[in-house]
């Protein structure tokens, strides 16, 4: 099944992949604008955070929108096709599965937060 589903979605991200990304240039979400103060205090905030991702996985548009609706810088790697990236994310995060946010915690400490939906619940608590 899973397996079904890993394939399922490689096609769908084969196939759609161009319009997918004509919709998301077009339709992207303008943004919080914001004081350049307050701006510069959300991206400290967001400078521990990587997004690892696929440019045409629907699960990873949805957060990148999250990450323009709420006008977050946030560094993204192409797990796709960056292999040193996939091999971050497979041995560090524990699963080839996008999108994954690592966050650096202030010890130091990693953490890799799979899920878009858990992402996106993440991304909008920091700006509350
Ligand atoms: N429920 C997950 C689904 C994520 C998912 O299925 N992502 C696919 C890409 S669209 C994936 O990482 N597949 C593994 C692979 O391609 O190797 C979410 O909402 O984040």
Redesign the pocket.
């Known amino acids: 099944m899973k397996l079904f ?2 394939y399922f ?2 096609t769908v ?1 084969l196939i759609l992949g161009p319009f997918m990304l004509a919709w998301e240039f077009f339709t992207l979400p303008k943004g919080i604008a914001r004081t350049p103060e307050d701006q510069g205090r959300i991206d400290a905030k967001t400078s521990n955070l990587v997004l690892y991702q ?1 440019r045409t ?3 990873c548009m949805k957060v990148r929108r999250t990450l323009a609706r709420l006008s977050l810088q946030v560094e993204k790697r192409d797990a796709q096709h960056d292999l040193v990236s996939r091999a971050e994310l497979e041995q560090q995060g524990g699963q ?4 994954c946010l690592r966050i650096t915690e202030a010890d130091g400490q990693q953490r890799w937060l ?4 858990a992402v996106n619940d993440y991304l909008q608590k920091l700006v509350a």
């Open positions: 589903f890993r979605f490689k991200r696929y996985c629907p699960f080839i599965k996008v999108p799979y899920e878009s939906k």
